[in-house]
């Protein structure tokens, strides 16, 4: 395992889950479950109430691996969630409730290619089968925004072990939902959907790589692309494909949508790096969400210890667009 050393800077994490409200929501759950609560109880609280309705919320919050700090506060919940990048819902960033619309039950992950397991697997299967944990992770955008977000989820590494590649395997593809009758996004035909993106196996199965199904101690609220998503945050934001359905092994390198529509501006790699400009705009620093300050955006976004080995002898490819 890669382990993360604690860097020196204070962290802030007055939004993330404290141990306290952890274990008293654990017994609130089970107090619910053993009747011992009436649906009184629920109707007092309707926010709870309407948490509950998400059949995986009984798993949140949960214990945070301490492994992963912040250089920064993290982003309010109420700033991330409705400053939201899902095409499917609309090209601007106020989708939060046209995604709404999303059915997220049932929902089944098809995994496929070169494996030696392959399954459709119901999400809530999936979350009972994974480890899950919480995650306090960047997010950098490639229009140069930023966030900082308590994901919880599992490592992606654990999928790829339940898939069993192959030795044929070389990378991952990953689809997005196809359904234009609750996505009006996907009635514009000029976009290649279904949404893809992909990874290189390598990238896989490091330890940073993590499939988020919740954040902000509950399930994923559904513009942040529930109820499965990636979250590779040495990367620009759009490689951090949300709403999953199917994730394929394959051998070719899996052509993303951006990289589709537009492979001069948006690449296969995509990681981030402060002193290769967008041929658009600068990447040198980024705004973050929820507040007036600009930051100086960090090479691989600050994660360079655990996965600037990974690209060490690919010479000349392009791996910072
Ligand atoms: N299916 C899908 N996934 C997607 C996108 C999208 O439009 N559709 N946008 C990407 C981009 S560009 C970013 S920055 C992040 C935004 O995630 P957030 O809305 O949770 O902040 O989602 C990424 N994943
Ligand atoms: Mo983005």
């Not at 009984?58 to 492994?67: D, Q, S």
């Not at 950098?140 to 994901?151: G, H, I, L, N």
């Not at 654990?158 to 996505?183: C, M, Q, W």
């Not at 988020?212 to 620009?236: D, E, I, N, S």
Request: one cysteine or more; a neutral charge; proline letters at 7%.
């Amino acid at each position: 395992m890669n382990v993360i050393h604690k860097k020196p800077w204070a962290i802030a994490e007055r939004e993330a889950t404290p141990e306290a409200v952890f274990w008293n929501r654990r017994k609130f759950l089970a107090g619910v479950a053993g009747g011992s609560l009436g649906l009184g109880a629920l109707a007092a609280n309707p926010g709870r109430a309407l948490a509950e309705e998400d059949p995986s919320a009984g798993l949140y919050p949960v214990p945070r691996n301490e492994a992963f700090v912040l250089d920064r506060d993290l982003t309010k919940e109420s700033v991330a969630s409705t400053y939201n990048n899902f095409y499917e819902f609309g090209t601007h960033k106020e989708i939060a409730s046209a995604a709404q619309a999303l059915p997220i039950r049932p929902w089944t992950v098809q995994i496929d290619g070169l494996v030696d397991n392959p399954q459709t697997i119901d999400i809530d299967a999936l979350l009972a089968k994974m480890p899950l944990e919480e995650r306090l992770y960047r997010h950098r955008c490639v229009e140069a925004w930023s966030m900082a977000v308590p994901w919880s989820g599992f490592a992606l590494a654990e999928l790829v072990k339940l898939a069993g590649p192959t030795s044929d395997a070389k990378y991952l593809r990953f689809e997005t939902f196809h359904n234009p009758e609750i996505a009006p996004g996907q009635k514009q035909g000029w976009y290649p959907w279904p949404y893809v993106e992909g990874l290189s196996l390598a990238e896989a199965t490091n330890d940073l790589a993590f499939m988020a199904t919740g954040v902000y101690g509950k399930p994923l609220a559904k513009q942040f692309g529930a109820p499965l998503r990636l979250a590779v945050p040495w990367k620009y934001g759009f490689k951090s494909i949300k709403s999953i359905v199917r994730i394929s092994f394959v051998e070719e390198r899996p052509v993303g949508l951006w990289e589709a529509i537009q492979s001069k501006e948006y690449g296969f790699w995509a990681n981030v790096n402060p002193g290769v400009p967008h041929p658009r705009w600068s990447q040198s620093s980024e705004r973050i969400l929820g507040t007036s300050e600009r930051r100086n955006t960090l090479m691989f976004n600050g994660y360079g210890e655990q996965v600037a080995e990974l690209y060490k002898d690919m010479k000349g490819e392009a791996l910072y667009m």
